[in-house]
């Protein structure tokens, strides 16, 4: 039997270091050629590590969370023959003893192992100390039987706030007898009602993967960036009767439209008289690059956090196109397939809460471009239109710019541009 040592690979353009997002397989696993082993981030995408030979798992070159040089060891696993383990790369020889594979074996089939271990003694030592609780995420279900639910509903205590020390994260009666002392040592004397209790629990929540991504590109954005934003108010009462015309007509064999590739529309329209805003800035080297195709980034939450897929040359989609572009593109980003080209080179973007819009937000700009157009939620508000009160569909537009390379008359005119179109559909087809 020999060692394979697998090293962290050269993903390309230029990146010297990626974050470790997850693994899919621990001490002691059986693996199988091309099996994906990990998940790694770069500033682009997250990719895939699979596995160039079969073997069992030895160890792991790091844990969640970690930032890994290009080069560096991934793992180590265990094959038939020699391997490429050289003379002056020693193993830990905890690892290299048949006795310490089969006693991770072992205590893995007797009490689960943590997600992450850096080696098996690290894992031996995880798996015979008192288990620790699993703080979960807001939002998340707790797990628990349901004798322990009925428990809790007596007691009138919310499992969401317990702590689970089960396989998994699950609430035990133990668990949920621990939670009740400590919230009884805590009330005042007398009281009875669980629900009213003082709440103990606290979350570490570590900041890894697409949302320290986030986290670095918000904070680069606010920090180099002066925003300023323009909030304008839409009457998109006409766009609407024609989109839902569209729709009635086309909707079947064509897709539903929705708002989006109307204001994709008016943007790439609204560009050709600003190109100060379909634009890049390098502020170190003071250059100002305007581009002539739009490139439009699709601000699109997803469960990891937020992501900027690009539909790219929208300046030459219709109204369908572009709206196939949008689903494919948001589906793609939210099921974790965005390629890297999918995910980079946008150069306006736009952002949009959908039906939690709110009446105006001051939306971050997609750095290093210098605009973003916000859309906010779209009501039937009462209007004075030629002396009467009247219905319409009003939307308000809350967008932010560069004010180093945008002035403020520049981004006025061209917001009242896109509203412009807004207002009267048929301007967006008759150039």
């Known amino acids: 039997m020999g060692i394979h040592i697998i090293k962290m690979p050269d993903i390309g353009e230029g990146i010297a270091e990626v974050e470790l997002v997850a693994w899919h397989v621990k001490v002691g696993d059986t693996v199988a050629e091309d099996q994906i082993l990990a998940d790694v981030m770069t500033d682009k995408a997250t990719v895939e590590i699979p596995s160039s030979v079969a073997g069992k798992v030895l160890a792991l070159g790091g844990a969640v969370g970690q930032v890994m040089a290009v080069g560096s060891e991934v793992i180590r696993i265990e094959v038939a023959g020699v391997g490429n383990l050289k003379v002056n790369e020693p193993l830990d020889p905890v690892n290299t003893a048949q006795a310490a594979t089969e006693t991770v074996a072992k205590v893995a089939a007797e009490k689960p192992l943590p997600a992450v271990m850096v080696s098996a003694p690290a894992a031996v030592v995880a798996a015979t100390q008192p288990p620790t609780a699993l703080v979960r995420a807001p939002g998340d279900k707790p797990i628990a039987s349901p004798a322990v639910r009925r428990q809790a509903w007596d007691l009138g205590v919310e ?12 609430i035990t009666h133990e668990d949920l007898q ?3 002392a400590r919230a009884a040592q805590a009330q005042p ?5 669980q629900r009213y209790a003082q709440r103990l ?18 904070q680069e954005a606010k920090r180099r960036i002066p925003h300023y934003t323009y909030v304008e108010e839409v009457d998109m009462t006409e766009l609407e009767a024609l989109r839902a015309q ?4 086309h909707g079947k064999e064509r897709g539903r439209l929705t708002v989006l590739p109307f204001l994709a529309r008016a943007i790439v329209l609204a560009v050709r008289a600003h190109p100060e805003v379909n634009a890049r800035y390098d502020d170190e080297a003071a250059v100002e690059t305007r581009f002539g195709a739009v490139h439009l980034g699709l601000a699109t939450q997803t469960q990891g956090g937020l992501m900027v897929p690009v539909i790219r040359h929208a300046e030459t989609l219709d109204l369908w196109a572009c709206a196939a572009e ?26 949009s809460l959908g039906a939690l819009g ?6 971050v700009i997609n750095h290093p471009e210098v605009a973003i157009v916000g859309i906010n939620r779209l009501v039937e508000r009462p ?11 009003m939307m308000n537009l809350s967008s932010s710019f560069d004010h180093r390379v945008v002035d403020g008359m520049n981004a006025a005119q061209f917001v009242q541009r896109i509203r412009g179109y807004l207002e009267c559909p048929a301007t967006l087809f008759v150039e």
């Open 159 to 170: 499992l969401q706030f317990v702590p689970g020390t089960g396989t998994a994260g699950r």
């Open 178 to 180: 621990a939670y009740v």
């Open 189 to 193: 004397v007398g009281s009875v009602d």
């Open 201 to 218: 629990d606290e979350q570490t929540v570590p900041v890894i993967g697409l949302r320290r991504k986030i986290a670095q590109k918000m």
């Open 246 to 249: 569209l729709n009635a007509q």
């Open 326 to 351: 949008v689903l494919r593109l948001a589906e793609a980003a939210r099921s974790g397939k965005a390629t890297r080209d999918e995910l980079s080179g946008s150069t306006i973007t736009i952002t």
């Open 358 to 363: 709110g009446i105006v937000t001051t939306p």
């Open 383 to 393: 209007m004075i239109r030629n002396g009467n009160v009247v219905a319409r569909q």
